[in-house]
């Protein structure tokens, strides 16, 4: 498809909707029409998102005044979206909300996961989990896909081939994640003196991300996941202790990587013998939408360990970008249009 569309985005003073617009000012196929904000509503789009200074004239537009566009992103605080779907889904002919209202598939496990009954629950079948490289057909046939969470993300992609290949038993997968994945609203917990320096236990039991995960790659193997904030303002990283039902050699392992994601244009394998960057490391993914995997065999387990090891931008890979990936997708457009950008080293 060569024409342009009109997209908006709503909730778009904060990390996600900001990460949104740096992408969609630049998509060669976009025009961005409006960008929500109740609280900043007639500011200029760059007094929320300083980077965008002097590359457009957007002013934030109050959400009451939202009109149709052709793709309509949400990047609202967990539960508005699901209120007002309705009358969102009456606004644009495709909609892409990077909350968690719509990831899960069925009302029981949401309400296990979120402590309430979904307030839309009729929606749920409605949306597809908008992670390409599990869902890319389902994506394009779709006019609501949901986003993606970013522990989620990394995890299933580090695990996906080797649950798909019958390899995995069991993994014990610890996520490290950047402040920014909170959001711009300060809390407590982000304050300064609290947050800096901090390696803080955030949900050693029960987040929320593992529902997501156990969805996508389904019961045939025992997932044990812990989520850990440390001092880093973007990134994900996970490391995933695989315990594999047989022993399986690395270049096996190897083999069934790079097969699964041979086709993956955001996937990177991470491989080197020596030096520094030998494994996956969020901070080189800074802005950019690959996420990157490595392994290490354990010659000494008794236990076939392998630990995987994967590493994302919470903003890109784990929102904004698979976001924007997804519309590329439902489009028909190139599917990296507009993802290009590789990182950012040293920084
Ligand atoms: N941060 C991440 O790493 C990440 C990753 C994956 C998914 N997500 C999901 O993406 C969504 C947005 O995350 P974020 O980090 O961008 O959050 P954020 O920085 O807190 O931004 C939230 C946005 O929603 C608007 N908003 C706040 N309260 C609202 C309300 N009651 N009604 C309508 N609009 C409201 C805010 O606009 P105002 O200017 O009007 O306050 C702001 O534009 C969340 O659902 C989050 O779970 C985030």
Not at 134 to 141: K, L, P, S, Y
Not at 247 to 275: I, M, N, Q
Request: hydrophobic fraction near 40%.
């Amino acid at each position: 498809m060569s024409e342009t569309i009109e997209v908006s985005v709503v909730g778009g003073s904060g990390y996600v909707g900001g990460e949104l617009l740096r992408l969609l000012l630049f998509h060669p196929q976009v025009s961005v029409r409006q960008v929500t904000s109740a609280r900043l509503s007639g500011r200029f789009v760059y007094t929320a998102h300083p980077t965008l200074r002097g590359t457009t004239s957007l002013q934030f537009t109050h959400p009451d005044a939202l009109d149709r566009a052709d793709v309509l992103f949400l990047a609202l605080p967990h539960g508005e979206a699901a209120k007002a779907i309705d009358m969102f889904a009456d606004k644009a002919e495709r909609i892409i909300d990077c909350s968690a209202d719509f990831r899960l598939r069925d009302t029981e496990s949401y309400e296990q996961w979120y402590g309430t009954p979904h307030p839309a629950p009729e929606w749920l079948s409605r949306f597809v989990y908008g992670l390409p490289e599990r869902n890319r057909a389902a994506i394009a046939d779709s006019r609501f896909v949901s986003g993606v969470g970013c522990n989620a993300t990394v995890t299933t992609l580090a695990l996906a081939p080797l649950v798909d290949g019958g390899l995995l038993d069991h993994a014990v997968a610890d996520v490290k994640v950047g402040s920014s994945e909170a959001g711009a609203k300060a809390s407590p917990s982000s304050h300064h003196p609290e947050r800096s320096g901090s390696v803080r236990s955030f949900k050693p039991t029960g987040h929320r991300h593992q529902a997501e995960v156990v969805q996508e790659l389904g019961r045939g193997f025992r997932l044990d996941f812990s989520v850990t904030s440390v001092e880093l303002v973007r990134g994900a990283l996970v490391t995933a202790h695989c315990f594999l039902k047989e022993s399986t050699s690395e270049r096996d392992l190897w083999t069934l990587y790079r097969k699964h994601y041979a086709h993956e244009p955001f996937v990177r394998l991470v491989s080197g013998k020596s030096g520094i960057h030998r494994y996956p490391e969020p901070k080189l993914l800074a802005g950019s939408n690959y996420c990157d995997i490595g392994f290490a065999t354990d010659e000494l387990s008794t236990a076939n360990r392998v630990v995987t090891i994967a590493a994302i931008d919470n903003l890109m890979k784990g929102a904004a970008g698979t976001a924007v990936q997804c519309m590329n997708i439902m489009l028909g457009f190139d599917e990296t249009s507009g993802l290009g950008f590789p990182g950012l080293h040293p920084i």
